[in-house]
């Protein structure tokens, strides 16, 4: 393999027409300069100066190397400040995060990226486990739970609540048991653990989301109130998710004796240390949540 000292040693010389200024250039000695020529001829099995006492011309395979080492010298040069440099508003950073977050988040992250365009946003929307394991794979750089992380290798600190709300149709006026019976659940990924919190809470009947009628499903967070705003059941919904629904006014969201809030975690590998556009990223969510 070319040695690459050698062969700046070279091209300087070229660029420079002389051994004395390439010397100083480089702030080598000229014999440096002249040995670091030497030994590249001798690596190549070809001479690559025409000399003449002290001066000289470039050979044939002198002129095809150093045509050949700009762009490779370039190459390196610019992989080296790839590598050292670390800009706050540059390059892709990989969010994940359960829903009702990411609707929180996601549309402030883009607006971060408007900012300042040369940083990427790659936001992907999962449940909790879904999460962790793309945290302890390295297929993210940052995650939001709204559970501590039980692998060893994530790391999760507390960074903000969010309320449970219990949400029903819009004409719901007391949001008794009888009537949460009456209505029936509309359920989602993360529901039975919500309604466990919240209801668990509040209610003594409450046993398990499984008591209730399911009167639906939805995986998609954005789309989980429809149903309740069209007089179809309840659920118990994050207040972010609660906050992004288009149409407040045909769903009713119910004030209970004992609030519940999750904690919201900042996840990321315990030994990976975070760069600065990740930081910046992560500066931005907080401010939001």
Partial sequence: MMNVNWLRSFCTLVEEGHFTRTAERLHMTQSGVSQHVRKLEE???????????????????????????????????????AVVEDPPYEGEVRVMSPGSVGLKLYPQLLALQQRYPKLTI?????????????????????????T??????VSCTSVAEESLLLVTPATVEDADWDTLMALGFIDHPDGSHHANLLL??????????NLFPRKG????????????????????????AVEAFPKPELIKVHKLAH????????????HRPLQKRMETVIAEAKRWL
């Fill in 217 to 240: 499903f939805s995986n998609q967070i954005g789309l989980i109130l429809e149903p309740v705003s069209m007089g179809l059941g309840f659920t118990v919904l994050p207040a972010h």
């Fill in 200 to 209: 668990g809470e509040n209610y003594r009947e409450f046993q398990h989301s």
């Fill in 43 to 81: 690596q190549l099995g070809t001479e690559l100066l025409v000399r003449q006492g002290k001066q000289f011309s470039l050979s044939g395979a002198g002129e095809r190397l150093y045509a050949e080492a700009q762009d490779v010298l370039l190459a390196l040069s610019n992989l080296e400040l």
């Fill in 122 to 146: 790659d936001y992907r929307f999962a449940p909790n486990t879904d999460v962790e394991h793309a945290i302890a794979e390295s297929t993210v750089d940052v995650g939001f739970m709204t």
């Fill in 148 to 153: 501590k992380s039980t692998l060893a290798d």
């Fill in 259 to 270: 609030p519940v809030r999750e904690t919201l975690y900042l996840c990321s590998l315990r």
